[in-house]
């Protein structure tokens, strides 16, 4: 009894922690894309810190944050405090801390880099799978 009840509780601790996404009221809208980082639309991905939207994927747009030279992180622009997608602005950087996203609708902020809620929100933001090819090319997708 012992062992079936081990087995159970590791096996709901292992999928729940395989989708840090999971009960993510953000819709989940899959795509899958490639962006040359060297494009003009893109030119503040060319250094770390910098960031860009990429319009028409997911279900608000994405922003881009590049946390190192090879790494990137791809959010949701659509807010998890407005699930139903009521507020018309999607997420945007605080002109004062550009590390922090603001939905000025809820008055919810989240983290940039790493899409965790720091106000007024139980979630954090949709994050999206990247893979960088060492030199201009990011895939982004779900």
Request: negative net charge; aromatic residues 12%.
């Amino acid at each position: 009894m012992k062992s079936t009840l081990f087995l159970l509780v590791s096996l709901i601790l292992i999928g729940s922690s395989c989708n840090k996404n999971t009960g993510n009221p953000v819709p989940n809208i899959p795509f899958d894309i490639t962006i040359d980082i060297t494009l003009p639309s893109y030119s503040n991905l060319a250094g770390v810190g910098g960031w860009a939207y990429v319009n028409n994927e997911g279900s608000r747009g994405l922003i881009i944050y590049r946390r190192a030279i090879d790494e990137f992180v791809a959010f949701d622009r659509h807010s998890p405090a407005d699930p139903e997608g009521i507020c018309f602005l999607p997420l945007y950087p605080d002109s004062d801390n550009f590390l922090q996203l603001n939905d000025t609708c809820n008055n919810a902020t989240f983290s940039l880099y790493d899409g965790s809620p720091i106000s007024n929100s139980q979630y954090g933001l949709r994050q999206y799978s990247t893979i960088f090819n060492g030199t201009n090319s990011l895939r982004i997708y779900n």
